[in-house]
Nanobody, 123 residues
Framework: QMQLVESGGGSVQTGDSLRLSCAASGRTFSQYNMGWFRQAPGKEREFVGVITWNDGRTYYSDSVKGRFSVSRDNAKSAVFLQMDSLKPEDTAVYYC????????????????WGQGTSVTVSS
């Protein structure tokens, strides 16, 4: 059982920062790989970043590497996405994801998804 709720989205300007949060209700949160995807209007879902459950290693897409950071707090059953130096191309709905087995870049490998939170970056 895993339920995810994202928050923290909003409208900002180029160069600003946002921190997205994902609250999980699962009883075994610490055993899940946790990640973030995003989807811009008219485009497919895109991998953003992931953090593994066993060793806490993180992986990022090339488009956000060096600007975004994924972290988790197992005691609070929460995952975060720190977004710095935001660009207009970061505009999208951001989804928190979880899976017991996979930490891949493919959306079809994740069993649990949040409802999404919208991020708009103006130039």
């Amino acid at each position: 059982q895993m339920q995810l709720v994202e928050s923290g989205g909003g409208s900002v300007q180029t160069g600003d920062s946002l921190r997205l949060s994902c609250a999980a209700s699962g009883r075994t949160f610490s055993q899940y790989n946790m990640g973030w995807f995003r989807q811009a209007p008219g485009k497919e879902r895109e991998f953003v970043g992931v953090i593994t459950w066993n060793d806490g290693r993180t992986y990022y897409s090339d488009s956000v590497k060096g600007r975004f950071s994924v972290s988790r707090d197992n005691a609070k059953s929460a995952v975060f996405l720190q977004m710095d130096s935001l660009k207009p191309e970061d505009t999208a709905v951001y989804y928190c994801v979880a899976d017991l087995y996979s930490s891949s870049t493919r959306p079809q490998d994740y069993d649990h998804w949040g409802q999404g939170t919208s991020v708009t970056v103006s130039s």
